[in-house]
Each structure stands twice: as structure tokens, then as C-alpha cells.
């Protein structure tokens, strides 16, 4: 086994780079570390991940194998804050319930068809 800091970014292939950012970064607070004319690089404060967003044409909005991703939330509380930011940004709400109580979930697209989760979690024993 190697020892890794978890796993730290995904890649996605979008329609119009200002407008997948804008959008991340009206949802999630993302901010662009690193940009290119067609290339972007965005993190969630206070967090180690990477969101790189490539403008392209080649496949906008498929997943191949990959049902969603997903952004864990810091307060269950903060559900309907969610659901209410993905909408004024552009997203569309496909469902939401609880996984168990306690545990809000909703599952959205972005701007460009990607399925998308937000979600708390109770804390495990390798989750504190």
C-alpha cells in the first residue's frame, strides 16, 4: 500500500470554461488557482481538491463509467442552503432525501449534464 493524501481532483470536459466556473465557484465557493485560456484549476477553500475544468467539445456532460461525484457537507443543516445555491446558479435538482436520518443528500446536473452530489455524512470510524 502507499501512503497518499486521498484522492484530489477530477477533470472535467465542459461547453464554456467561465461559465462551469462561475458556477462551481457561485455553489461551492471554488476559486481559480490556476488558468489558461481553456484550462482552469479550482479548489474549495480550505481544501485539498482540484476541480479542472478543459473546454472542449469531445464528450460534454458524459460520464462514461462514473455515476456522480460528490462534496460532503461541513453542517447537515446546510441542505436546503444547497439545494437553493444549485438552482440560482444554473443546476437542476434531479432528488434529495436522506440516505439515514441525519444524512441529507441532493443529487444535481451542473450546467453542463454532469451529475453531481452534495451530502453529509456521520462521522465513522475513519471519518472524523
Known sequence: MIKTLG???LALTVSDLNRS???YHDVFGMLAVYREP???QAQTPGARDVLVLEEGTDGVGQS???KHFGFRL???RDIDKAALAIERAG???KHRGEFVPGEPYVFFT???GYEVEVWYELPTDTVR
Do not use: S, Y
Request: hydrophobic content about 40%.
Open 91 to 93: 443546476g437542476k435538482v
Open 38 to 40: 481553456h484550462f482552469l
Open 74 to 76: 461541513a453542517d447537515p
Open 21 to 23: 466556473f462561475q458556477f
Open 110 to 112: 451542473d450546467p453542463d
Open 7 to 9: 484522492l484530489t481532483h
Open 64 to 66: 462514461g463509467g462514473i
